[in-house]
Nanobody
């Protein structure tokens, strides 16, 4: 059974950092794209980062580029999201999600459409002074 489990969330002050982890089980990441999404109260879900597990290539939306970094550890079947310079506007529930990547659509496409195949349960990140 394919499963994604996030960890590493919490409450921090503005300017601080957190690292989220997304551990995959039941499948090998190599053929998948992993997206990080977030949803703040009263707002629509937003795709912020997508990483192609096979080669580690990434795509970031403007609001997080330069502050957030996605990476993967194939040996641990885990994807990370390092979040630096956190702001109150980053407060949200964060989800990782997986999609099988073929040859037609890049990871960015699935991030923008939200058409992912599997989702984690989500984890809260709160940035407040």
């Amino acid at each position: 059974q394919l499963q994604l489990v996030e960890s590493g969330g919490g409450s921090v002050q503005p300017g601080e950092s957190l690292r989220l982890s997304c551990v995959a089980s039941g499948f090998t990441l190599d053929y998948y794209g992993i997206g990080w999404f977030r949803q703040a109260p009263g707002k629509e879900r937003e795709g912020i980062v997508c990483i192609t597990a096979s080669d580690g290539s990434t795509y970031y939306v403007d609001s997080v580029e330069g502050r957030f970094t996605a990476s993967r550890d194939s040996a641990k079947n885990t994807v990370y999201l390092q979040m630096n310079g956190l702001r109150p506007g980053d407060t949200a529930v964060y989800y990782c999600a997986a999609v099988v990547l073929g040859t037609y659509y890049p990871c960015k496409h699935y991030l923008e459409t939200g058409a992912m195949g599997w989702w984690g349960q989500g984890i809260q990140v709160t940035v407040s002074s």
